[in-house]
């Protein structure tokens, strides 16, 4: 995210970030205010970001020797969504960091980082493992931060697609099985013609005032 520009604070505050600790590891929080100097305009919707605004980060507990809960920060130290990417950090040992590993996203502990030939070593515990042990990643391979995808949901593979597609075959296939009643014949039809024919001539007489049927001489 370059200085200067002007981002509504909703979008700032409440961003997940990896911010560096004393000891050089990156520790997760959360931003919770942005501090502009005074000297710089501000309005009830967006924040002037410059070079020296100040990102209040309030860090998540329980994370080793810390040592601090909250702590302010310039732009380039922070690594997350809006700010810069993991590429060109050295990893420190024991970093935390995150790593798909047959499908699931697991955590482990960098136990190197090789700048030049782009090697990560991490030491990694899948769920189901009886020892840990070591993978070797690349830089672009490794996140600081937990995916916000389930691990769960990633392990599914679910192809909603195909399940549409045969949810499409059922029905077509419903369409074409669907059994037409044969038309019903009644015996008899002649003799219900004739008893509507009379009640009508029936009606039709009653309505003059005249006898059923007509008389005859």
Known sequence: MSTGKRLAKRSIIGTRVCAPGEDGKFYSGVIHAVKTPASQSENNNCINLTPNTRYSVRFDPRQGNLGRTTAEFREVDLIGPGF?????????????????????????????????????IITIFPPGAEVPFEVQKRLEEVRLLESRKSARL???????????????????????????????????SSSI?????????TNFFSKLGLPDRPITE
């Open 84 to 120: 810069r990417s993991i590429g060109g950090i050295e990893l420190v040992y024991g970093q935390k960091a995150f790593v798909t590993y047959n499908g699931r996203e697991v955590c482990g502990d960098v136990l190197s980082h090789d700048l030049e030939s782009d090697e990560v």
């Open 154 to 188: 990633a392990d599914q593979d679910t192809d909603f697609a195909r399940l549409a597609d045969m949810a499409g075959d059922r029905k077509r296939t419903a369409s074409h099985t669907i059994d037409v009643p044969a038309p019903s014949y009644h015996y008899g």
């Open 193 to 201: 013609k004739s008893v509507s024919t009379s009640l009508k001539q």
